[in-house]
Nanobody
Framework: QVQLVESGGGLVQAGGSLRLSCAAS????????MAWYRQAPGKQREWVAR???????NYADSVKGRFTISRDNAKNTVYLQMASLKPEDTAVYYC???????????????WGQGTQVTVSS
């Protein structure tokens, strides 16, 4: 079984920074895409950023230039460095990783439990 544990959320003033982490553990053969999503109160979950196994990154327009996604393959961990935070970035942030548990199994996406980010004005 694979588990994803997130950390790094909290309360920050507008203009501040936070770094989120999401570590995968368990039976892991390989990890392909890692990504972050967020869900604000009363809104649907939305995609924030993704990083491929080759390190190629993509960002939602709303966070481009302010957020940076990165990964440490040795630690099965994905990070989200958030800068110039705005009140509208307030949400629960979720990570997902596409994991293959052995060479014969198809990859499956696993989700973290979510971490709250609150940006005060």
């Amino acid at each position: 079984q694979v588990q994803l544990v997130e950390s790094g959320g909290g309360l920050v003033q507008a203009g501040g920074s936070l770094r989120l982490s999401c570590a995968a553990s368990g039976t892991i053969f390989s990890i392909d895409v890692m990504a972050w999503y967020r869900q604000a109160p009363g809104k649907q979950r939305e995609w924030v950023a993704r990083i491929s196994s080759a390190g190629i990154t993509n960002y939602a327009d709303s966070v481009k230039g302010r957020f940076t996604i990165s990964r440490d393959n040795a630690k099965n961990t994905v990070y989200l460095q958030m800068a110039s935070l705005k009140p509208e970035d307030t949400a629960v942030y979720y990570c997902t990783q596409f994991v293959r548990v052995d060479i014969r199994s198809p990859e499956r996406n696993y989700w973290g439990q979510g971490t709250q980010v609150t940006v005060s004005s």
